[in-house]
């Protein structure tokens, strides 16, 4: 049997500094955060278990059933509710912490059976002034929530009192976690660096006759070759057509030859993402019309991602991005106008209808606010999110025959640094550097 002093030499610190620093922000009351429930099982088959991503971004903890309260104030306290151990439950499903040597290895004050919640829960709100968690986000825990909460009313004739302030945890949470601290930062690149070598594998795997799925199988594959745990989300394997439906899930066409082939995949490492998307030919050489389309997207991603330093405002590579491309869906006969006209009335957003980017981390759409106050904020070092522009042309009457079909997005992921900003994804981007790669 494993013992606590198994886990002594457990570096955890990161996810102790993260619940301090919470705690010294919040200053007073109590901040309760449960981990995801276990996704249901299906007869006997059984699913990797995804940890709520607030949960063990304060915890570093892996189990289901868990619960961190944290308690502010002058003597500061950090308590886990976890799984008992259970011989036989782990003979079957692997190994399980357990109270006493999770609180050891994790750095906890207490830890506390999950079992136990309704009995101590009540007690830890009792005469604080107010609670956090992540209100709404599930109904099930809400209504536990007000359970104990009403337990703690209910004693009020022996003088203790229930948190009079309820707050989102979010408001926290969020702005932690959108600047990425260098824990952090390792591990995105891990799952940055996994995600290109498997779209240089795709890339160099593809050629027509074989089908989107065979495409798919080679990143699946060198996402687990890498050490990834899973896709960071479904594989979009969008050859001809396809490409032009945002979230295309089929995967199952054959590749055409003259067609380009959009894949956005990607991998998640150490509970990270990566978020990726390259657009190529399937036969390894841009038509001249498909070249006009993807150096006009891959223009529009330089010009963003040149618009990304600190004190330049979220919005501002997507503005960047949509005037780029305005101006040469008017140079390509795709749209008749003047570009500050269309770009009012929005008449680009028959060809490019998604927003430029997101925010990028433990999620793929990862936490954090996009505007403050009302106004887009102001980019800061530590931040990360995706540049994705993109190009989708359905076929109509008034569009040159040319551009049918062709769907075409080019994303990396950047970090925002001191004095601009850093891409983390590197898979070919440019057209002689795609043509290269698919010639090797
Ligand atoms: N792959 C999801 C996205 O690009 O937002
Ligand atoms: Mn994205
Ligand atoms: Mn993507």
Redesign the pocket.
Known sequence: MKSAAKFADMDNSVYRQRRRKILEEMGEGVMIIATAPEVPRNRDTHYPYRHDSYFYWLTGFNEPEAVVVMIAGKQPRHILFCREKNEEREIWDGFRYGPKAAREAFGFDEAFSHDALDHELPGLLENQPMLAYTIGRDLAWDTQMMGWLNTVRSRARSGVHAPSRMVDARIWLDEMRLIKDDHELALMRRAADISTAAHVSAMRATRPGLHEYEIEAELLADFRRGGAEAPA?NSIVASGANACVLHYVFNNKPLRDGDLLLI?AAAEYGSYAA?I?RTFPVNGQFSAAQKDAYELVLAAQTAAIEAIRPGSRWNDPHDTAVRVLTQGMVDLKLIKGEVDGLIESEAYKRFYMHRTG?WLGMD??DAGEYKLNGEWRALEPGMTF?V?PGLYIRPAEDVPEAFWNIGIRI?DDVLVTETGCEVLTHPPRTVADIEDCMRD
């Open positions: 989300y956005d978020d998307t997101h793929v759409h995706t994705e994303e």
